[in-house]
């Protein structure tokens, strides 16, 4: 199978939920980067394998400028 699938997610900055549109296989535990449409934050998400062939979204707020520091 190669057909994309669409995955909701949680802003782990705002808690607002996203879709992200993952093809299988071919982005598996490669990292997008993606701007929260609502609070504009820096997203990293890696889709991983979870239990029952379902994938699992891995979210975290990437820190990408230095003026967050
Ligand atoms: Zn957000």
Redesign the pocket.
């Known amino acids: 199978m190669n057909a994309s699938y669409e995955h909701e997610y949680l802003?782990p900055?705002?808690s607002?939920i996203n879709v992200i549109e993952i093809e299988t296989e071919k982005d598996m535990y490669r990292e997008k980067y993606i701007a929260?449409p609502?609070?504009?934050?820096k997203l990293e998400i890696v889709p991983a394998e979870g239990i029952e062939d379902r994938i699992n979204l891995v979210v975290t707020v990437a820190y990408t400028d230095a003026a967050s520091r």
């Open positions: 802003c900055h705002c607002h929260c609502r609070c504009g934050v």
